[in-house]
């Protein structure tokens, strides 16, 4: 098979090879296997998007082809093809022994916000197996990252838990020149993990105690920015989906702007759909931030079961 027929997408059978709970809210799981030779860009991997597959219960893992593996797992009767989920890399390695991928997996487990993913992770053990897919290392076409400053000077990333594991790997990605200030709430002082950001990078943990989402995040971010408020209403998007926004894609519609330089300064903002819409309205309408400037991207939505 030539190189140009292979798929950009691999499609692995993972087992679990080590389990480690970080802290109250973050459960760090390393896979390990053969199918896992040809994925990923090591040194590379920034907010890398991929899907994970957890068995249905009383099934096996289906076998899912490469190619249009979407439409294939479709095909799978429903009782049987189990969960898809969206997770972000938070290392990836390559050894003697092969290519080790490692995922902090959010445990939500509060009546209401848990899922399959959230439930598998609370009980993984050494053995168990998933499907992980993601991009093929060397080519090009798999896509999942967003993480794209352009020429901007400085960055400023934000977002809750589920986006931490993401801005980790951004800063541990990054060259050493780049400056910057990161935001990142999370439900537990316990929670705040090390981080090999940059030195000219400040790391802001904000541990919400019991408060909502986005209660400590988003005044910390708009004081950031000269933009005091005394009360915040978390707005959230008019669309069933949560909000996804780049410089190069709008889930709202509007207009995209193919720029490459971010002025002074690129915007990342990731998590909960309301609170980063509401970001979203305080930075391009009331700070007047260019659009192209900035990724806001709804990881999750509050109350609702994201599915795939």
Do not use: C
């Amino acid at each position: 098979m030539s190189v140009s027929t292979v798929s950009p997408f691999v499609i692995a059978r993972a087992s679990v090879v080590a389990v480690e709970r970080i802290s109250p809210t973050f459960s760090r799981i390393t896979f390990g296997g053969d199918s896992l030779d040809d994925f990923g860009t090591p040194g590379a991997v920034l907010d890398q998007r991929i899907k994970l597959i957890f068995p249905a219960p009383g099934h096996p893992l289906p076998a899912i082809p490469e190619g249009d593996w979407y439409q294939a797992w479709l095909a799978v009767p429903e009782q049987e093809r189990g969960s898809m989920r969206t997770y972000s890399i938070r290392s990836l390695s390559v050894d003697d022994g092969g290519t080790s991928v490692v995922i902090d997996f959010v445990l939500h487990l509060e009546p209401g916000l848990t899922g399959p993913a959230a439930t598998w992770a609370s009980t993984a053990a050494v053995g168990d197996e998933l499907l992980v897919i993601g991009p093929r290392r060397g080519r090009e076409g798999g896509g999942g990252i967003e993480y794209s400053p352009g020429d901007a000077r400085e960055i400023l990333l934000a977002g809750d838990e589920t986006a931490a594991p993401a801005i980790a790997r951004i800063l541990e990605d990054v060259a050493p020149s780049v400056r910057g200030t990161v935001f990142i709430e999370v439900p537990h002082a316990d929670d705040i993990l090390p981080i090999a950001a940059p030195a000219g990078v400040a790391v802001n943990w904000l541990p919400r105690s019991g408060r909502s989402h986005g209660e400590v995040l988003i005044p910390a971010v708009l004081a950031h920015l000269g933009d005091v408020v005394d009360t915040i209403e978390i707005q959230d998007a008019d669309t069933e989906n949560p909000l996804w926004e780049t410089p190069q894609y709008s889930e709202l519609g509007e207009a995209v702007v193919p720029e490459t330089n971010h002025a002074d300064r690129y915007f990342w903002i990731a998590g909960e759909s309301g609170v980063v819409t509401t970001l979203r309205r305080h930075l391009v309408k009331d700070l007047g931030i260019d659009r192209a400037q900035v990724a806001f991207m709804g990881y999750w939505r509050k109350g609702v079961a994201m599915r795939g």
